[in-house]
């Protein structure tokens, strides 16, 4: 029997995160959500979700241990990041004031730029709320069975900018296009909420739950 650790610091609505995995996941498969260090370390899989400010996060993730242990997990096993769980994978962030992050992926978080128009000309809102395709970059064992510009909802008012092109495996243009879907090995990180994004997400989640976490 496989276990996936949902890992909950308090940042975000982690329940339907939980039902959608759990409505993929294969017969025999423990998924539990969980802030428990040790149960975290044990799992075979671990889904790293996240809504609200980068400096909130992190002194979450400080107060439970894990911001040194997530590195390290990261690399050993499937790992999934969502919304703010992608960006707090990066090294810095431009959010309140300035924030140190994880470190796991080189690049910083941004604020979209206030002064970004659409194809016509028209200033887009921030945040960026809403359905918007993803484009696959790169190959990948989680694009499994998705079309080459799956759809995707997405919730942020700032982007990842990877250092490393090779770490980008999807784009989304809102303004200028951006590094929506970022990967290394066993890591695998998402700005958008794949718990929300109706057949193409719960394909994702699927493909995830299967995934043995090998990649390049």
Known sequence: MQSVAVIDYGMGNLHSVERALRHEAPPGTQIVLTDDLAVIRDADRLVFPGQGAA???MQALRSLGLDTVLPE???TRPFLGMCLGQQILLDWSAENDGVDLLGVIPGKVERFPGHAIDSAGRRLKIPHMGWN???QV???PLWQGLPREPWFYFVHSYRVLPTRAEDV???TDYGDPFASVIARGSMFAMQCHPEKSAADGLRLLNNFLRWDGAWR
């Open 55 to 57: 400096a909130d996060a």
């Open 73 to 75: 997990l990261a690399a």
């Open 133 to 135: 395709v993803v484009r």
């Open 138 to 140: 790169q190959d990948h």
């Open 169 to 171: 495996v999807g784009e």
